[in-house]
Structures are given as structure tokens and as C-alpha cells.
């Protein structure tokens, strides 16, 4: 299948390095492979191809040059900056990498002006609409929800290769990115992080008492959920507490990019992780086709009043949005956040939804299956 993000890489490459990333195993080396029928492909985990790029020994008569995992080179900017400084473009440069592009940012800024960037995500339910044509809206659907959107196991459309998938997915990513990249050595503990998270998917997080599950300080804590965050294992939803009497302030909520990690019997929290996931890839395809800058939010105050999403673009907030599994009865947080967002649409998404409906008020109670395929937060 093609990607959604391909034909806008294709037109960026003729004038600028592109850099992708996203997490391991959602599709980047092959979307990269794709856009052009002649290519050059190295990858600096391979040996032999770390001394081709020592030499800078390539094909230039390929008219895509392809570098994946590049960042693991040392002052790998100030390297590629040599190379687009000094021959330009053609060919086209691809950096594809599956850490945050924030880990870049810390080398320096030697790239400025020289590159855009893309993040790729999963497959959504958007996206399984427009490019996969092996069903309708509600089978994308069902396998999203017991298969994830990684295109691997989405396109297997089974549970039990899922599973298998999923122990080695993460495994690589504990046990050799970590290692690689941040030299972290306490791997048991993280993979105890994960688990506890995957229980706590909707719910706010507390630092503290985290540290004290796993017995390690707060700090700690915080730095091992970073990292999880710039190898794409998980995003953070932070509270919005602008113009909120009485809003909680620091408390962040998790959520995982391979949203079948959540238990089955918590179907309320894995459809919530699946329309967090399906809003963070919009709105990083806002950003990275428009330049808008957006934001991801969560409302609740300190007396329990909640909604799950607020949406923001350009700090405009824009969506306030709840997922429920079958319940159509307006949720009561609305009426209270309602009047303090007066110009954001208000929708409360449905699984099991016998009808849609309206109310005066501006409120919609939609389908979250046909919502989530024609998703538009675009203002």
C-alpha cells in the first residue's frame, strides 16, 4: 500500500534533505524505497555500509540517496551539511531514523534551513480508507483494534501473529535502541515501566508514584519516559490549564503509537489510546505539510470534571472531543468546558452507536468508526 505522506516527501526531496522518522517497523524504509524505481540505500547499523559512508562512496547517478539510521553517526549533521553544502541537490537526500527528530536537535542546529521533516505513523483509520482497499471502515477498524496499525501485523489481520510480532517489536527497541543510543543498562526496570503504563492508558500519571512502584526516584522516572517518548514507544497528552479554575497543572497522560499494547479488557482505555493516536498523526500532518503549530490536551480539574481531548492549532483550541464505547448521553464535562471554549466543535465519539445525533447546544454525538475515516481538524 502507499503511504499518505509519500507524494509530499517526493516534492520535498527536490529541494531539500528530508528527514523521517518514526517508530521502528511502521513503514519507513519502504515508503523511502518506493518513491523512486532507482535508489541508494545504506544503513549505518551494516558495517560495510558505515565505510561506504566514511568514503561518501555512492551512486550520484541514483536520483534518491537513502540513509537510515544516520543520527547514530557521530556529528552526523555537520556530515550531511558537508554533503549538501558542497554538491547540492540532486540527488535526493532521505534520512529516515526511528528516534525523535528532538534527539537531532540536540547536535546543534548545523542543518538550518537545509531540510524538512516528517514523522510517520501507523496506520489509521484515515488512511486504511484511502490507501488499503482489503475492506470497508468497519474490518480497518477490527484490525486496528486487535492488530495495531503497524503495517506488518495490520496487513496479517491476525491476533496470533500480532502477539509474536509485538514481544519482538519491543524487544529490539528495549534491548538494542536503548542500549545503542543512550547506553541505558537498567532495561529490566524500563520493561517494567512499559507494563505498568499499559494499565494506566487514559488515566493521569503520577511520577511519584511510579518511582516508588519500581523503586528508583522521580527523575528517573521522568528521563526513562523521555526516552520511551524519542524512540516512539510512547506520546504524552498533557493537561490544558489556560483560562481552567482549579485545573491540574503537571499531571501527563500516556498513550501508546501500537495501540493493541493495551489490554483487550480495558476496551474503554485501548479505543481511547486508538483516537489519541489517530488525532497526534493529524495533527503532526498539520505541522509538518503547513508549518501550524498544534497541540494535543486533556481538560480536568481538580474536582473531576474531564474531557479527554482538547485540540489546539495555531493556540487556537479547536476540538473538544470524548470517546466512549457505547454511551450516546452526552458526557458532563461539556456542559462545564462547553462555555469556556464557545468556538471549538464539540464531539463525543461512539463505538457501538445505534444513531447520530445533534443537540442545540453545538454538541455532535458521531460515529467514531466513520469519524476517525474522514478525520479533518484542519481550520
Not at 524505497?33 to 532507482?38: E, G, H, P, V, W
Not at 529490539?172 to 515501566?193: C, G, T, V
Not at 481538560?299 to 489546539?312: A, Q, S
Not at 462545564?336 to 464539540?346: E, G, N, S
Amino acid at each position: 500500500m502507499d503511504r499518505y505522506i509519500s507524494q509530499h516527501v517526493k516534492i520535498d526531496l527536490t529541494s531539500k534533505i528530508v528527514l523521517l522518522t518514526g517508530a521502528r517497523q511502521c513503514g519507513k524504509t519502504t515508503l523511502a524505497k518506493q518513491l523512486y524505481n532507482q535508489y541508494d540505500y545504506y544503513n549505518y547499523d551494516l558495517s560495510e555500509d558505515r565505510q561506504a559512508l566514511q568514503k561518501k562512496s555512492w551512486d550520484r547517478q541514483k536520483p534518491l540517496i537513502i540513509f537510515d539510521e544516520l543520527h547514530k553517526m557521530k556529528d552526523w549533521k555537520r556530515w550531511l551539511k558537508g554533503i549538501y553544502d558542497t554538491a547540492g541537490i540532486p540527488p535526493a537526500l532521505l534520512v529516515t531514523g526511528s528516534a525523535k527528530l528532538n534527539t537531532y536537535r540536540k547536535v546543534g542546529d548545523s542543518l538550518a534551513g537545509r531540510y524538512f521533516q516528517y514523522r510517520l505513523h501507523p496506520i489509521d483509520l484515515k488512511e486504511a480508507r484511502q490507501y488499503w482497499q482489503g475492506g470497508n471502515a468497519d474490518d480497518a477498524f477490527d484490525r486496528l483494534y486487535h492488530c495495531s496499525g503497524f503495517p506488518e501485523p495490520f496487513l496479517k489481520d491476525s491476533q496470533d501473529y500480532y502477539k509474536r510480532w509485538r514481544r519482538s517489536h519491543l524487544d529490539i527497541i528495549l534491548r538494542q535502541d536503548l542500549i545503542d543510543l543512550y547506553a541505558i543498562r537498567d532495561i529490566q526496570a524500563i520493561e517494567n515501566l512499559v507494563l505498568l503504563l499499559k494499565d494506566r492508558v487514559g488515566s493521569c500519571v503520577s511520577y511519584a508514584n511510579l518511582a516508588r512502584e519500581l523503586e528508583r526516584d522521580a527523575n528517573t522516572i521522568k528521563r526513562w519516559l523521555l526516552l520511551l517518548e524519542n524512540l516512539y514507544i510512547l506520546f504524552r497528552v498533557t493537561p490544558y490549564h489556560k483560562k481552567i479554575a482549579r485545573s491540574l497543572l503537571k499531571e501527563p497522560k500516556f498513550y501508546f503509537y501500537d495501540i493493541a499494547q493495551v489490554d483487550n479488557d480495558h476496551k474503554g482505555a485501548r479505543l481511547e489510546n486508538l483516537l489519541a493516536a489517530a488525532l497526534l498523526k493529524e495533527l503532526h500532518w498539520i505541522e509538518d505539510t503547513t508549518g501550524s503549530q498544534t497541540g494535543l490536551h486533556y481538560l480536568r480539574t481538580k474536582d473531576g470534571k474531564e474531557l479527554d481531548f482538547l485540540v489546539t492549532i495555531n493556540n487556537i483550541p479547536t476540538h473538544l472531543i470524548e470517546a466512549k464505547w457505547s454511551d450516546a448521553q452526552p458526557a458532563t464535562g461539556f456542559a462545564h468546558f462547553q462555555p469556556l471554549f464557545p468556538t471549538a466543535k464539540k464531539i463525543q465519539l461512539v463505538k457501538e452507536l445505534k444513531r447520530e445525533t445533534t443537540y442545540p447546544n453545538g454538541l455532535e454525538v458521531r460515529s467514531i468508526v466513520k469519524w476517525l475515516s474522514d478525520i479533518n481538524l484542519s481550520v
